[in-house]
């Protein structure tokens, strides 16, 4: 749940994504990002306010990453409790779509926003609460801000893709050469 909390982030937050502008989207955009993005997210869940509402959300899911990434882990942690203490995502056991019993964290009377930002609220504050804090990032690649969940096995990722990794080698390889 944490990597599809990061990929709501990137697809819903502004700012540059791989060396280009990344705008926030909205209208039909908004919509057409959340659908790409989220399995369940269909026109009929997706009415009215229901988008920007989720895109509210996604930004203080974003200050988590970028928290983590400046090394404050008090104020992710604060984001996240703020978020749980608004949300009450409540854990409850379901078994749908032929998959077994697994569990789902829904707050009693949730609209689709908050249906998805509870989780996703709750993912972050499983890894936050873990080992495993630091493995959350913000891609340090020049022009890039998308954020990424490090499920490697070293822990050692600094960027949100393989085209921003080269992005940089490349860049770091023409400043050697013409050195």
């Known amino acids: 749940m944490v990597v599809r909390t990061a990929d709501l982030v990137n697809a819903l937050s502004p700012g540059h994504r791989r060396g280009r502008p990344y705008p926030q989207p909205r209208g039909t955009d908004l919509v057409a990002a959340i659908k790409a993005t989220l399995p369940d997210a269909t026109d009929a869940k997706l009415g009215g306010e229901i988008p920007d509402k989720l895109a509210g959300h996604v930004q203080r ?5 970028a928290a983590v990434g400046a090394g404050d882990l008090d104020c992710a942690a604060g984001t996240v409790n703020d978020l749980l203490d608004e949300l009450h995502p409540t854990p409850y056991l379901d078994a749908h779509d032929g998959e077994p019993w697994h569990v789902h964290f ?12 509870g989780p996703c609220s709750v993912a972050l504050a499983t890894v936050l609460g873990s080992d495993y804090a630091e493995r959350l990032g913000v891609c340090s690649a020049p022009e890039c801000d998308r954020v990424y969940v490090d499920v490697s096995r070293n822990g050692t990722r600094r960027f949100c893709s393989t085209a921003c990794q080269n992005r940089v080698k490349a860049a770091a390889h023409r400043a050697r050469v013409a050195g």
């Open 106 to 117: 829904h707050g009693r009377d949730d609209d689709f926003a908050d249906g998805w930002a």
């Open 61 to 65: 899911l974003r200050t988590v990453f």
